[in-house]
């Protein structure tokens, strides 16, 4: 059996230790908040010693390259507008030269009888409708047979069956009384033969 002081002692220590565990638990909590700085640590002596410069970390051996700035895409280079290939100029036509004006024919009378029809001119006309002289009108005789017509020619011209072609004109020109002998034609003739066929290339054109 207890002694009951012991008993009461036990209780007043149990109390007196529940006491101060609470204070210390108060104290850690609301003083430790209060008054007391943190201490800074002091540096060390080789950290401050200027004869020991503190080693900066060791840098990578190569620092990361910087991204290359983007360059501007190369433009491509225009592509040469072809040269349009020259259009052959076709060369105009030369003018074609003005055809040569045929000369009309002219009226005999305008054109006018060669010099050389002055000897036969004398006793002969040669135009259309123009009247007889000592010779009758050669217009129209040219091809025509010798001596034939309203004029009154000797017979032996009538008869001698000649044409008035230009074989014929020619002897007849040249010595009218070799060709027909008895004509009555008092020609001496035209002994030139150029000048006779002056006279024949007229007589060609009065028909």
Known sequence: MRHPRAHSRGSVTSSIALGLGLALALCACSGGQEGEAPTTPEPSASATSPESPVEPESLPTSLPSESPAPQAEASPEPSPTPTPAPTETKAAPAPKPAPTPTPSPEPVAAAGPPAAFGRCAVCHNAEKGAPDKLGPNLFGTFGHPMGQ????????LRNAGLTMDEATLHQWLENPRKLVPGNRMSF???????KRQEIIDYLKKQR
């Open 149 to 156: 017509g309203s004029f009154g020619y000797s017979d032996a």
């Open 188 to 194: 001496p003739g035209i002994k030139d033969a150029a």
